[in-house]
């Protein structure tokens, strides 16, 4: 079945710690985005990436890094630089040439 | 890319058509009219676009004005699983940003 996966679909971390938001897809798509979420918001984009080693920083992307080594792949990490991180989290993807994104099922992440 | 105005929420009873409306006045020549759905706690789900022809397939139509300031997204025969929050987005053809607003949230109800 191709798609994009996400994982996983809830997280839970302490303040001051790092953590990583896992995104693949199979779908060889070109682009992969991500976006945050608060409650009763639209998105925002925080990084995007249009080809393999190399990504864009978004409207919102202080505090989150990302890499893109794979085109199958492109993982967040929310630092603790990332002052109010508790969000929930879409990645996206995007093929070449086409205009329309494929969004994962997502990931609520809740800092305590 | 231009702003886009949508009602914040809108009803609709089962069986009926859902005629979601869309203002996007500073729409460019070369910017296409995209809508998105987002079923709760959900990824959104690309719908259709249009850049000034009117547009169907399996799951809507798209209205769009003469002077494309203007559009309505039409579900024919909502269901209540099309309860969601709608996004109007105006934006260029293989656009490096999609920018979702706050949408409208559609209830449909029994």
């Known amino acids: 079945d191709g798609g994009i996966t996400q994982s996983p679909k809830y997280l839970f971390r302490k303040e001051g710690q790092n953590v990583t938001l896992s995104c693949e897809q199979n779908l060889n798509h070109d682009a992969m985005y991500w976006y945050r979420q608060d409650p009763g918001q639209g998105l925002r984009l925080i990084y995007y990436s249009q080809i393999v080693n190399d990504f864009q920083k978004g409207d919102i992307a202080e505090g989150y890094s990302v890499s893109r080594e794979k085109k199958e792949s492109f993982p967040l990490t929310v630092t603790s630089a990332q002052k109010n991180p508790t969000a929930f989290y879409l990645c996206?993807?995007?093929?070449?040439?086409?205009?329309?994104?494929?969004f994962g099922p997502g990931t609520r992440l809740t800092v305590l | 890319d231009a702003k886009t105005t949508q009602p914040p929420s809108m009803d609709c009873a089962e069986g009926r058509a859902a005629n979601l409306p869309c203002n996007h006045s500073t729409i460019s020549g070369n910017e296409y009219v995209y809508w998105y759905r987002q079923i709760h706690s959900q990824g959104p789900q690309y719908i259709i676009h249009?850049?000034?022809n009117n547009e169907t397939n399996e799951m809507a139509s798209l209205i769009i004005t003469e002077d494309r300031k203007s559009s309505t997204l039409i579900l024919p025969h909502a269901t209540l699983r099309d309860t969601a929050v709608y996004y109007c987005i105006a934006a260029g053809y293989n656009t490096d940003k999609l920018i979702f607003g706050t949408g409208t949230r559609l209830q449909v109800f029994p």
């Open positions: 996206a993807s995007l093929k070449g040439g086409t205009d329309t994104q494929y």
């Open positions: 249009g850049l000034k």
